[in-house]
């Protein structure tokens, strides 16, 4: 047999036949995937809400909605934070080509595609591509929907921290410790200080803070100042999962300003939770939501008690008794009832649960989901990604129930230990005949 040689080139070939293209034989993991997707009619579905935004008088064909999501369900199984990394990643594999339905003679769509495709529908879409999933499980029976567990994190948003400016004036962070130098008269009119001096006079001056009432960012007015889980201080977003306790699956993935306490979204989460419930098919609604003690606020708790929802949500310890004589008596009635929910053994069972299952979600839809750094800009779009990216984590736990793995690398692991298994069944029936022929012998 003789050495092969890279061709080297430049001009290819003019025409290809199609005989000679080698289809991929696709990959377990997204065969599977498309066919859960066509189950539960998702591109039927997507298409049929996605046709008032789109021109059907005439112009060039877009790409399918269904291809856009298939895309985006990429980013959190190959954990791809960037469209430009997901592009890349579609166009070079031939396996995800043949999960978005793309023909090798196709081009694969380009990160501008899916940018432009994303501000051209609306969130409510997006919200549809997340409740056919979660129908999807219900049909599966992975939807109980009795008991939510409720948490947040920080996603850090595509902005830096240098960047940000002073709401009133304008000024950058030089500019604003120049003035402050010049008014205590460390420097003279006109007279330009060094990065080495400002950097030691904002070091050593007093009450020196960087509040989000003072200071914003120019490119994306809509992150807050807040500080991330590792403790640095970044520009971000707050997202908050309220998920099924007993099957994990996220019901509801909300995006806030990261300057929202978590006492003031907890019964817009809940809200947002029981209309993806009730719409994703399942005719009873949860009962019960658990959450930390930073969640606590009589007016949340009240609102929750309204939808005839329990509360599970440990009181901060305060040197002060509350004082209930100038407030309605919902508030007093939600905070007692609360409060004595939060000193049973139900309670303490129902909080190890939260903790361990809502940080879950956290880890793979963030970590290794790639959705811990947004690189988009904009509270709306990134609630929409993030949106998707939820609906990715269900999909997983449905193709957790019916593989056993949830993402192509489990997938693969889980065949490597079957082999392996099988290997060493093998070595063991052939040392067993061995030992039996020399017995008998």
């Known amino acids: 047999m003789g050495m092969g040689k890279r061709r080297r080139e430049s001009q290819g070939e003019l025409f290809v036949p199609s005989g000679e293209l080698a289809a991929s034989p696709g990959h377990a993991f997204y065969r599977r995937l498309n066919r859960l997707l066509g189950e539960c009619g998702f591109d039927d579905a997507v298409e049929a809400a996605c046709v008032p935004y789109y021109d059907a008088q005439g112009g060039r064909d877009s790409i399918a909605p269904g291809t856009y999501f298939r895309m985006l369900f990429v980013g959190y199984f190959e954990a791809i934070d960037s469209q430009r990394g997901i592009a890349w990643r579609c166009a070079d594999s031939l396996s995800l080509r043949e999960f978005l339905g793309m023909k090798l003679t196709e081009r694969t769509p380009d990160h501008s595609t899916l940018s432009k495709t994303r501000d051209r529908l609306p969130l409510e879409v997006h919200e549809l591509a997340f409740r056919l999933v979660l129908a999807a499980a219900a049909e599966k029976g992975l939807l109980k929907g009795k008991t939510l567990g409720v948490d947040s994190t920080t996603l850090e948003a595509d902005a830096a921290m240098r960047s940000i400016v002073r709401k009133e004036s304008g000024e950058d962070w030089k500019a604003y410790v120049k003035r402050l130098m010049q008014e205590a008269g460390e420097i003279e009119e006109g007279e330009e200080p060094t990065d080495e001096d400002l950097r030691r006079f904002d070091k050593k001056r007093k009450n020196k803070k960087t509040s989000n009432a003072e200071w914003e960012s120019p490119t994306d007015p809509d992150a807050r100042i807040a500080r991330m889980k590792d403790g640095r201080t970044r520009l971000a977003y707050k997202a908050e ?127 290794t989901g790639g959705a811990r750094r947004t690189r ?66």
């Not at 129930?401 to 082999?419: C, F, H, I, T, V």
């Not at 070595?427 to 005949?433: A, G, N, V, Y």
């Open 376 to 441: 988009l800009r904009g509270i709306e779009k990134v609630r929409k990604r993030h949106l998707i990216v939820a609906a990715a984590h269900n999909l997983a736990i449905l193709l957790r129930s019916l593989l056993g793995a949830g993402k192509p690398k489990a997938l693969a692991g889980l065949l490597d230990q079957l082999a392996q298994l099988l290997t060493a069944a093998l070595d063991w029936l052939i040392r067993t005949i061995s030992q039996q022929k020399s017995t008998d012998c």
């Open 241 to 367: 999962h309220a998920i099924d306790l007993e099957t994990e699956l996220v019901v509801a993935a909300e995006v806030y300003h990261a300057d929202q306490s978590d006492s003031r979204t907890l019964a817009d989460t809940a809200m947002a939770a029981r209309t993806h419930v009730s719409e994703a098919g399942r005719g009873e609604v949860f009962e019960e939501v658990v959450a930390d003690k930073g969640y606590h606020s009589a007016g949340q708790l009240e609102l929750v008690e309204s939808l005839n929802v329990r509360t599970y949500i440990p009181e901060p310890n305060s040197p002060h008794q509350r004082r209930w004589t100038d407030k309605p008596s919902g508030l007093k009635e939600a905070v007692v009832a609360n409060r004595r929910r939060t000193k049973t053994e139900k309670n303490s069972r129902l909080q190890k649960l939260r903790s361990e299952r809502v940080e879950r979600t956290f880890a793979h839809t963030c970590e």
